[in-house]
Structure formats: structure tokens, C-alpha cells
């Protein structure tokens, strides 16, 4: 029954259409418009990879909880963001999801990468399991910087995308740390994308923000015999929520991916064009050398240890251990 309960619509009293607008509405750098296409706008949306929460997982730990309500709606963001990006490394930003339609195999194995399942690399279990080595018991509410680090931790067991995923330190992107640490093996991408095209005339007084809402429950879902999964409930298709953009909660992370070095180039240039040329309070800086106070940038490795996926927690359990030394040693 699990699998015709996900596919019920939710209900929501505060989900309405989107208002009659002439002003363009943007899905991650992709402009649309409601009064002639609207209905490319929701199927754009409803191609996201959407995560919630989960019920009937098997426990985390093996003795842990065994659905993340409550306490996993950070860590649900956080696969939605790295989701994102794997589509575009994989499928490309156009790419598009329709229901009953076959898919090809790079998008089954990047859902599979999410499953509830504690030999799946980005999954609930592997997350909260590496929570434990930044402080946050498993069951713990995340906070983004959180997520951001045990991202970052995660990706070094992830041969198959070979991401080198960047968190910035003080709110300062430094590109010289990024060019270093995507040209070391054995990452070959970076983890900062930017497609987006930023426009001041669409910052009005009314933008809005179009968001999907981790905080819904659904029971667990697992993959077919054949590696496909039944992924309906993995795609929001109904309207999505929207808020106005004063009432964003100011803690927050930006999640960019890029390719290539050109596209971070691209990147770069954007942001001191459109963002930081502004006189007004920034989210972030972007320096082109390393701060010269800062402890000195060394790319995180993967620990010396054997690895597929069902050794996954035993290698990341190895890792906790070695953090755990150099927290003695540097206290020392």
C-alpha cells in the first residue's frame, strides 16, 4: 500500500496558484512566464528531485530511529541541493521528468544515491551517521553549515561523481583554494555552478520565493530488482509553495555547481558583476587569494581505507577516528 500512499496529492490550506504577473519568474536560471507558459514553468519544477521526510526506513545505526520526521528536514535540503547538481553534471539543466516516462539509467543511479538505505552514499543514514564527527547526535536537528560539512565528507567516498565540493570559510569563496583543490586527484569537478543570470528589475518589491517543502512524510521507497525505482513521490507535482522573500530565515546555504573551470570563470565573474559591485550588505565575499591569517587551504582526501558501498559506514566510522586524533592532537 506504501506505494500508492506516496503518489496521494497533499493538501495544503496555504498552496495557492501563482498570481496573474507580467514580471518573469526564474527555476535556477531558466526565465519563465506565467501568462504563456505555465505550464513548462510546473513541469520545470516538478523535474526537481524532491526529498522529504520518510517513514519504515530501516533504523539508522541499526538500532536508531527508523523515520527522520522532525529532525531531517535540513539534512533533506541538503540532498535536494547536491541532487541538483548531479542532474546537471549527468542529465544537463534541461533535462525533464514526466510521469510514467522512461528514464535513462544516470537518473536511476543518482536516486539511488538518496534511498533510505544505509549502503547508499547520500542517504539519511550515511548523513546522520557523519553528523556524529561535527557534533550532532543521530535524531539531531541540522543547522546548513552542518549539512554543507558532511556533504563535503561524503563526496570523498563518491567515486562514480568525483566531486570536489568547496564549503567556504567566514562567508569568503577563495578561488585560488577551489582551482587548487578541483585540480587534485581525485576530483576532477568542482562544486560552485552558476547558469543563473541575475536581473535587478526582477528584485521588485513583491519577489517572491518558489521553494519545495521538505516537511511532508512519506513511507520509505526502495529500488526494483531491475535498479529502477518507483519514483513518483521523488517529484513534487503539484503547486509549490512560495513565500515572500523578507521572511527567509537569514541562515541559509547557496549551493553552486560548476562542470568546468570555464563555468566557474563564468561564475566568478557574475558575482563580482551582479552582486558585488552593490553598496549593500553582502552574503558573502569572493577573494581571489587565499588569506594569508587563515590556517593554510590543504584539499580534503578520502581516508585510507578499502570501500564499496555496503563498507560505507565502516569507512566513514574510520574517518570519525581520525578526526578524533587530530582533535586530540591539535588541543595538545
Sequence with gaps: LSRYEN??????????????TDEPVWILGRQHHLNTDKSKLLLDISARLWFTYRRKFSPIGGTGPSSDAGWGCMLRCGQMMLAQALICRHLGRDWQWEKHKKQPEEYHRILRCFLDRKDCCYSIHQMAQMGVGEGKSIGEWFGPNTVAQVLKKLALFDEWNSLAVYVSMDNTVVIEDIKKM???????????????HLHRSTLGRSNELIYLDPHTTQSFVDSEENGTVDDQSFHCQQAPHRMKIMNLDPSVALGFFCKEECDFDNWCSLVQKEILKQQSLRMFELVQKHPPH???FIPPTKPEVTT??????ESTDKLFELEEEFEILSVW
Design 7 to 20: 503518489q496521494i496529492t497533499i493538501l495544503s490550506d496555504y498552496l495557492e496558484e501563482f498570481p496573474e
Design 182 to 196: 578541483c585540480w587534485s586527484p581525485p576530483q576532477s569537478s568542482g562544486a560552485a555552478h552558476s547558469s543563473a
Design 308 to 313: 564499496t558501498g555496503a563498507e560505507l559506514i
Design 294 to 296: 587563515w590556517p593554510p
